[in-house]
């Protein structure tokens, strides 16, 4: 595959500057780094971004998750591999990821369940951190980037 362009966020370094800074604030949360990586993961097989999938697939093993549990993230619903805070992250960033998918877009069931597991400041770090991932979801599939093109931050 070709990417139909250079990817925007590095031809418009300013947008790229406050994403990052955008996902920045997000991290003080203290939401635990493998959390954000599941939910940046699932969000970004949702949107079926190659790049954001390689790139978080690989952070994930960075912070050591298993292959088991991330070749079980699309169906974590049907497996025991997470927790119930795990579980709440991930319907959290399938509703926020699938807005158009149903009447109410993100249903108080998952809501509640998110609030049992998380405060305030972790449940905005995980909606902003959810957000930061479609915008870059979206660049990448619209221009077509390339899996594997991006290399992973340190």
């Keep these: 595959m070709t990417p139909r362009m250079t990817n925007p966020a590095l031809l418009l370094p300013e947008a790229l ?8 604030a997000a991290h003080k949360g203290d939401l635990p780094p493998h959390l954000v990586e599941l939910v940046l993961l699932r969000a970004s ?3 079926g971004c190659g790049v954001c999938v390689d790139m978080h697939t690989k952070g994930a093993k960075r912070d050591g998750e298993t ?3 991330l070749h079980a993230v699309a169906a974590w619903r049907d497996t025991a591999y997470f927790s119930a805070a795990e579980c709440a992250a991930l319907a959290l960033a ?6 158009s ?11 509640d369940e998110a ?8 449940l905005a770090s995980l909606l902003v951190t959810i957000g930061v991932i479609n915008v870059f979801n979206r660049l990448n599939v619209a ?5 594997g093109s991006v290399p992973l931050p340190a």
């Design 17 to 24: 500057e406050a994403a990052l800074a955008l996902s920045a």
């Design 45 to 47: 097989q949702i949107n």
């Design 67 to 69: 292959d088991e549990r």
């Design 94 to 99: 399938e509703s926020v990821t699938r807005l």
């Design 101 to 111: 998918d149903r009447p109410d877009p993100v249903p108080d069931d998952v809501w």
């Design 115 to 122: 609030t049992r597991h998380f405060d305030e400041v972790a």
């Design 143 to 147: 221009t077509r980037q390339v899996a």
